[in-house]
């Protein structure tokens, strides 16, 4: 026999050390998540024996079974799924291979009961070392002559070596429970526990009593739970069904079972987590949704189930109509999960607008965990466009709440057209923007947009109920078309004339000097309080969306900008008159840098020239002293 010793994965080490030192009150989930194990690799083989059925053999019948040793102090986990080779093992059992890890799991080390986010990770064998201190697991994969045996104290290595007396099948794993944890030797606890977690398993559970010599043929009901009447499962079953099918703890903010009839048959039991997946936005956006075809698992990754922005839901779709030997090449472009999908997406899109018209409040925890990924549909999905778009709820301007478009809507100016919006990465920073001092002024509401999808979709939405959307960054932002009342119309006119400097010298002066570094110059209506701004013209790209292209190196050239002066600034008006006098001196135009300069500092753009903005500051700074004096 040869014999391996090898090490941990940092990670798995680490999240090791949480689970069993984890003061987790459901210690007893350990066999929810070992039999949840057990099901997917039966389900699995099932599935390969469609179109292999040698590697069932003589023993078609899955099964798994819990055995117990009180003189030897074990509990034994068995399966006759597809089993492991070595290299699944030491993949499976040795190393999360999955970007973020690192992160996730400082993320659990500051939890208090950090073992309630394995499952959120998916990594729920390792719940095994909260009641044992050493795990055995002894796997056969079908078809394959080798055995091999895995066996850990969870402290940091674990062995493999081949092994002969592996089961002819599928995988074994042995627990050594920890004193505290001899409850689970008992049947009748060992019934309860599965009573409360895994009934719903669709394969049969069997129990055999060593101290006894007991052997139930099954102590959970064996049959697939969405497949029942709704009358018939309790609230809790629907909950461990979802820990089950979504190898998560959290407990479900929704549930949707149902079926559908007709040209099309298919059932369906999804659930929306009340947390965030920890692969949320993993590059692949892949689908947790598992497909089976009449009570065969199919796949848990199949892109053509459901649109990408879906895939928060966790559950299974259940077709009555596709074929049993279903391939991967065969649903791609296959037309009739076309229509299972298109279905499924309008009743989860309909269900949440319920929940959003009934339970606002709810909603908005929802929202707040799977709104950005949601917003991915109103950029991709054109035919749900219209109903993505009556889900969306923003920040805004107008108070700390979350609106809808609707709402938006309701509130605007007479004279306004248009839904006003602000893109950037923080929330506080956007209300701090210059560009929004205009609108704030004469009551005109902005949303802030923070996920970086707003940039994308708000290109191809023509807009909503026949307003157009438009960036407060861009263009003359239409402030002067917008007035409450005439009332305030007027005190408008009277302020303007009161206070408005005469600034088209200035302007022509600016333009002149600093005609290679930008596109325009101009007075400025969205100005109440700053001296300048940038906004990009009509034409050009959102400011916000040329920074997130460039830092993703897929923009090399950046637009010129529009530079706005505010005409009601003590600094402007000075500078108004200095320029009328006299606009020769190189004070002047060092001022007219500095003005650039600033804009770009409110922006929060990288000053091009540092050095020559100190050199001018200092000089400006120098002149300003010696005149005072």
């Given at each position: 026999?040869?014999?391996?010793?090898?090490?941990?994965?940092?990670?798995?080490?680490?999240?090791?050390?949480?689970?069993?030192?984890?003061?987790?009150?459901?210690?007893?989930?350990?066999?929810?998540?070992?039999?949840?194990?057990?099901?997917?690799?039966?389900?699995?083989?099932?599935?390969?024996?469609?179109?292999?059925?040698?590697?069932?053999?003589?023993?078609?019948?899955?099964?798994?079974?819990?055995?117990?040793?009180?003189?030897?102090?074990?509990?034994?986990?068995?399966?006759?799924?597809?089993?492991?080779?070595?290299?699944?093992?030491?993949e499976n059992l040795g190393t999360i291979a999955r970007s973020g890890t690192a992160a996730f799991v400082k993320d659990m080390e500051s939890q208090k009961e950090g073992a309630g986010l394995i499952g959120q990770f998916g990594v729920g064998?390792?719940?095994?070392?909260?009641?044992?201190?050493?795990?055995?697991?002894?796997?056969?994969?079908?078809?394959?002559?080798?055995?091999?045996?895995?066996?850990?104290?969870?402290?940091?290595?674990?062995?493999?070596?081949?092994?002969?007396?592996?089961?002819?099948?599928?995988?074994?794993?042995?627990?050594?429970?920890?004193?505290?944890?001899?409850?689970?030797?008992?049947?009748?606890?060992?019934?309860?526990?599965?009573?409360?977690?895994?009934?719903?398993?669709?394969?049969?559970?069997?129990?055999?009593?060593?101290?006894?010599?007991?052997?139930?043929?099954?102590?959970?009901?064996?049959?697939?739970?969405?497949?029942?009447?709704?009358?018939?499962?309790?609230?809790?079953?629907?909950?461990?069904?979802?820990?089950?099918?979504?190898?998560?703890?959290?407990?479900?903010?929704?549930?949707?079972?149902?079926?559908?009839?007709?040209?099309?048959?298919?059932?369906?039991?999804?659930?929306?987590?009340?947390?965030?997946?920890?692969?949320?936005?993993?590059?692949?956006?892949?689908?947790?949704?598992?497909?089976?075809?009449?009570?065969?698992?199919?796949?848990?990754?199949?892109?053509?189930?459901?649109?990408?922005?879906?895939?928060?839901?966790?559950?299974?779709?259940?077709?009555?109509?596709?074929?049993?030997?279903?391939?991967?090449?065969?649903?791609?472009?296959?037309?009739?999960?076309?229509?299972?999908?298109?279905?499924?997406?309008?009743?989860?899109?309909?269900?949440?607008?319920?929940?959003?018209?009934?339970?606002?409040?709810?909603?908005?925890?929802?929202?707040?965990?799977?709104?950005?990924?949601?917003?991915?549909?109103?950029?991709?999905?054109?035919?749900?466009?219209?109903?993505?778009?009556?889900?969306?709820?923003?920040?805004?301007?107008?108070?700390?709440?979350?609106?809808?478009?609707?709402?938006?809507?309701?509130?605007?100016?007479?004279?306004?057209?248009?839904?006003?919006?602000?893109?950037?990465?923080?929330?506080?920073?956007?209300?701090?923007?210059?560009?929004?001092?205009?609108?704030?002024?004469?009551?005109?509401?902005?949303?802030?947009?923070?996920?970086?999808?707003?940039?994308?979709?708000?290109?191809?939405?023509?807009?909503?109920?026949?307003?157009?959307?438009?960036?407060?960054?861009?263009?003359?932002?239409?402030?002067?078309?917008?007035?409450?009342?005439?009332?305030?119309?007027?005190?408008?006119?009277?302020?303007?004339?009161?206070?408005?400097?005469?600034?088209?010298?200035?302007?022509?002066?600016?333009?002149?000097?600093?005609?290679?570094?930008?596109?325009?110059?101009?007075?400025?209506?969205?100005?109440?309080?700053?001296?300048?701004?940038?906004?990009?013209?009509?034409?050009?790209?959102?400011?916000?969306?040329?920074?997130?292209?460039?830092?993703?190196?897929?923009?090399?050239?950046?637009?010129?900008?529009?530079?706005?002066?505010?005409?009601?600034?003590?600094?402007?008006?000075?500078?108004?008159?200095?320029?009328?006098?006299?606009?020769?001196?190189?004070?002047?135009?060092?001022?007219?840098?500095?003005?650039?300069?600033?804009?770009?500092?409110?922006?929060?753009?990288?000053?091009?020239?540092?050095?020559?903005?100190?050199?001018?500051?200092?000089?400006?700074?120098?002149?300003?002293?010696?005149?005072?004096?």
């Amino acid at each position: 026999m040869t014999e391996e010793k090898l090490s941990f994965q940092a990670e798995v080490s680490r999240l090791l050390d949480i689970v069993a030192n984890a003061l987790y009150s459901n210690k007893e989930i350990f066999l929810r998540e070992l039999i949840s194990n057990a099901s997917d690799a039966c389900d699995r083989l099932r599935y390969l024996a469609l179109t292999n059925p040698d590697l069932l053999g003589d023993d078609a019948a899955f099964a798994i079974t819990l055995a117990t040793d009180k003189q030897a102090s074990t509990l034994t986990v068995s399966d006759n799924g597809v089993g492991m080779n070595r290299e699944e093992l030491i993949e499976n059992l040795g190393t999360i291979a999955r970007s973020g890890t690192a992160a996730f799991v400082k993320d659990m080390e500051s939890q208090k009961e950090g073992a309630g986010l394995i499952g959120q990770f998916g990594v729920g064998f390792y719940s095994a070392f909260m009641v044992a201190d050493r795990v055995e697991v002894e796997t056969r994969k079908a078809g394959e002559e080798q055995g091999w045996r895995w066996a850990s104290d969870g402290l940091g290595e674990f062995l493999v070596a081949d092994h002969t007396e592996a089961p002819e099948r599928g995988t074994k794993v042995t627990l050594h429970l920890k004193e505290d944890a001899k409850e689970y030797l008992e049947a009748a606890r060992l019934r309860q526990v599965v009573k409360t977690y895994s009934d719903h398993i669709a394969i049969p559970i069997r129990l055999i009593d060593g101290e006894e010599g007991e052997d139930e043929a099954s102590i959970n009901a064996a049959s697939a739970l969405w497949t029942r009447p709704k009358s018939d499962i309790s609230d809790e079953q629907y909950k461990e069904f979802y820990h089950h099918t979504a190898h998560a703890f959290d407990d479900p903010w929704m549930r949707l079972h149902f079926k559908a009839e007709g040209v099309i048959e298919y059932a369906g039991l999804l659930y929306i987590p009340s947390m965030k997946p920890f692969d949320l936005f993993h590059p692949e956006r892949k689908s947790h949704v598992k497909l089976y075809v009449r009570r065969v698992f199919i796949t848990d990754d199949c892109e053509e189930l459901l649109p990408a922005y879906l895939r928060f839901l966790r559950g299974v779709i259940d077709s009555e109509d596709l074929p049993l030997n279903v391939s991967r090449e065969l649903l791609q472009n296959n037309p009739m999960l076309a229509k299972i999908k298109s279905g499924v997406t309008k009743r989860v899109l309909a269900e949440l607008k319920k929940k959003a018209e009934k339970a606002s409040d709810d909603y908005k925890a929802f929202w707040e965990n799977f709104g950005a990924v949601l917003k991915e549909g109103i950029y991709e999905d054109q035919s749900q466009r219209e109903a993505l778009l009556d889900l969306a709820r923003f920040h805004s301007t107008a108070g700390d709440e979350l609106t809808s478009l609707a709402d938006y809507a309701s509130r605007m100016k007479e004279g306004q057209e248009t839904i006003f919006y602000i893109s950037g990465e923080d929330r506080e920073a956007l209300l701090k923007s210059p560009q929004l001092e205009g609108f704030r002024a004469t009551g005109v509401e902005v949303l802030l947009f923070t996920d970086p999808v707003d940039d994308f979709w708000t290109s191809v939405v023509e807009g909503y109920q026949e307003k157009t959307f438009k960036s407060v960054t861009r263009g003359g932002a239409d402030l002067k078309n917008i007035v409450a009342n005439e009332d305030e119309k007027a005190d408008e006119a009277d302020a303007k004339d009161e206070s408005d400097a005469d600034v088209s010298a200035l302007v022509t002066f600016v333009k002149l000097v600093l005609k290679d570094e930008i596109k325009d110059v101009r007075a400025s209506e969205r100005l109440t309080e700053s001296p300048v701004c940038l906004v990009a013209d009509d034409d050009d790209i959102d400011m916000h969306l040329e920074r997130v292209l460039k830092q993703h190196k897929q923009l090399n050239e950046t637009a010129r900008r529009i530079l706005e002066l505010n005409p009601k600034h003590s600094l402007v008006k000075k500078l108004a008159l200095e320029i009328g006098a006299d606009s020769s001196s190189a004070k002047a135009e060092d001022v007219a840098h500095l003005l650039l300069d600033q804009a770009r500092i409110l922006e929060g753009e990288t000053l091009p020239d540092p050095l020559a903005f100190s050199r001018r500051l200092a000089a400006v700074m120098e002149k300003g002293l010696s005149t005072d004096a």
